[in-house]
């Protein structure tokens, strides 16, 4: 359920540019998709696990959240991140 450190901090190095800016952004929105993506397959081999579910969806919300504030700030940085995640078909 949980990402592994490497895959971490890959995507840190990728979208932070360097391995200690977990702050920016678009590094806490791929950290949040991968996270989404691995919840994502548990639970469609759990079912029943409720408590996972709602994890999920306060992950989607909070990236949500951090989408909105990204697009509002700068649509360039949006429309890549978007394009660069595969999120939303655009």
């Known amino acids: 359920m949980a990402i592994s450190q490497e895959l971490k901090a890959s995507l840190i190095k990728k979208f932070g540019g360097d391995s200690k800016n977990t702050g920016k952004v678009e590094v806490q929105i791929a950290i949040l998709t991968a996270e989404i993506e ?3 397959k548990h639970i469609v081999s759990n079912k029943k696990d409720q408590i996972s579910k709602r994890g999920l969806f306060q992950k989607v ?3 949500r959240s951090l989408l909105s ?3 509002n700030v700068d649509i360039v940085r ?7 995640l595969e999120i939303r078909g655009n």
């Open 38 to 40: 691995s919840l994502t």
């Open 69 to 71: 504030y990204l697009k």
């Open 78 to 84: 949006y429309r890549q991140i978007l394009k660069d």
């Open 61 to 63: 919300s909070k990236r």
